[in-house]
């Protein structure tokens, strides 16, 4: 027995194109000023002794209210003693850099993501991973 089956070349071979399309648009996101200054403030980042103790106090501190707060425990006090950690942190000035560095490559994505959705008549961000949007 034998089964034939029709092989649409031409929707596989624009698959092909959207795929290299989309191999060009992330090559080209990944040249952007913003791409590149993210990298360089979080390469920075991360050679930096100061902020590397401060992540690590943060991240001990919010750890530390996520236990309180699942057991009920968390107060007033140890929700304010986590926001201040996190502003010692995004104080120091190579982790403002690399903030502002991620906000700017997060807006340039955003307006990526616009000009996708405006094409496709939906907004492809939302839509891009789920299967249940009401």
């Keep these: 027995m034998s089964i034939e089956t029709d092989v649409d070349t031409t929707s596989a071979g624009e698959a092909t ?14 040249d952007s000023p913003e791409h590149e200054a993210f990298e360089e403030a979080r390469r920075t980042v991360q ?34 003693e ?4 996190q ?17 700017e490559l997060e807006a340039r994505l955003e307006a990526v993501d616009d000009a996708i959705s405006a094409e496709l008549a939906l907004d492809f961000g939302d839509n891009v991973g789920g299967c249940c949007n009401d």
């Design 17 to 30: 194109r959207i795929e290299e399309l989309a191999g060009d648009l992330g090559a080209a996101i990944a």
């Design 47 to 80: 050679e930096s002794e100061e902020a590397q103790a401060k992540i690590e106090e943060f991240e001990s501190t919010r750890q530390e209210f996520m236990l309180a707060r699942q057991s009920g425990n968390a107060t007033q006090e140890d929700l304010e």
């Design 82 to 85: 986590l926001q201040a950690t």
């Design 87 to 103: 502003q010692e942190l995004h104080a120091i000035p190579v982790m403002a850099e690399f903030l502002e560095a991620q906000n």
